[in-house]
């Protein structure tokens, strides 16, 4: 009888252990294998690559050794079946970039948000015109930065694998020379496990 | 009776069922431990002379034991610096672990250090793989290659 009491209990306690949640910190830049979906570890693997390829490039470390080119990122095409925040993969790669001094950027979402500034500035009637914007003095971008992301899934009873390939480019605006390429791979495998999770 | 016989009359007496339970709970136990992450760190400096030294320093010998260096190079792209360690696996079996570069600039402090992501590399047996990176600005002079498994 005591025996069950203190079975029952301990199944007590190990329930209440088991339901109750458990919220930490983690390393942001730690690697995630939770399944085959793309991640946060594959989004920081292809900033880093891309960027350390582009910034050491020679014809680039040529170009940015004393001035610091304009650009601007057009969108990522995500060529998966799934859905993948390539906005999120651009703006770490701008940033990236950014924070190297070798280049500047433009913009293109917020070209509205300019316009309306510069009308509010100049038509509103509430801001001095001593102070307010002159337009027609942006500096006009020089590259465009662009790519893709793919992927192929192939599956059987077992295994589930799934290939991605992103792919960036730098082309050169005036003389639409692509000045730059080059690609990240990422393969994730998902096997069913004999025993246990 | 012999002890021989003691023990095996002992050995025979006691339920199939309940050595299946302590097979299976052994079994649990050693997969538990066979799954679960060490976490050891590993840290590979240049040294101050500028020479590159073949080591590896670690809290934790086992890592030791797993990889070496084998050779380091170093470079500049313009005014970013650029690194190269390959690093052998010295066992027979793959090992599977995680390197992490830190770029620091001329007063110590650690460049973009939060953004340097961790890289998962399966290295098979007695294989080498080159760990390479560029600083991420001008002003990085040293760097450290960080190694967990």
Not at chain 2, 50 to 58: D, K, L, P
């Amino acid at each position: 009888m005591k025996v069950l009491v203190i079975a029952l209990l301990a199944v007590g306690f190990l329930q209440t252990g088991c339901a109750t949640p458990k919220s930490l910190y983690q390393d942001p830049t730690a690697v995630e294998e939770v399944g085959t979906t793309f991640g946060s570890t594959d989004l920081q693997m292809i900033a880093e690559k891309m960027v350390d390829s582009l910034l050491s490039f020679p014809p680039i470390v040529q170009e940015t050794a004393k001035r610091r080119p304009v650009m601007f990122i057009e969108r990522i095409k995500n060529k998966t079946s799934q859905h993948i925040d390539t906005e999120s993969i651009t703006d770490t790669i701008s940033t990236k970039i950014l924070r190297s001094g070798k280049f500047r950027f433009v913009d293109m979402d917020r070209i509205n948000a300019v316009q309306e500034q510069i009308a509010f500035q100049k038509n509103s009637g509430m801001v001095s015109q001593e102070s307010s914007l002159a337009t027609g003095r942006q500096i006009g971008a020089e590259y465009m930065l662009y790519g893709n992301m793919s992927s192929i899934v192939k599956r059987n009873s077992d295994v589930k694998d799934v290939y991605y390939k992103f792919t960036l480019k730098l082309m050169h605006l005036e003389s639409g020379i692509l000045e730059w390429q080059d690609e990240k791979e990422i393969r994730k495998t998902q096997s069913r496990r004999t025993f246990g999770r | 009776m012999t002890r021989i016989e003691s023990i095996s009359k002992s050995v025979r007496s006691i339920s199939l069922l309940t050595w299946a339970v302590a097979a299976c709970l052994v079994f649990t136990a050693s997969a538990t431990t066979g799954c679960s992450t060490a976490g050891t760190t590993a840290t590979l400096e240049e040294t101050p002379s500028g020479e590159y030294a073949q080591y590896i320093s670690t809290p934790n010998s086992g890592l030791r034991r797993k990889l070496s260096i084998e050779s380091m190079a170093m470079r500049n792209a313009g005014d970013l610096r650029q690194v190269q360690a390959v690093l052998r696996n010295l066992k027979n079996s793959t090992q599977r672990f995680q390197y992490k570069v830190v770029w620091y600039d001329a007063s110590g402090f650690a460049i973009d250090s939060e953004s340097r992501p961790w890289n998962p590399v399966t290295l098979r047996g007695k294989d080498t793989f080159p760990v390479q990176a560029t600083a991420p600005r001008a002003s990085a002079t040293t760097f450290k290659i960080h190694v967990k498994d």
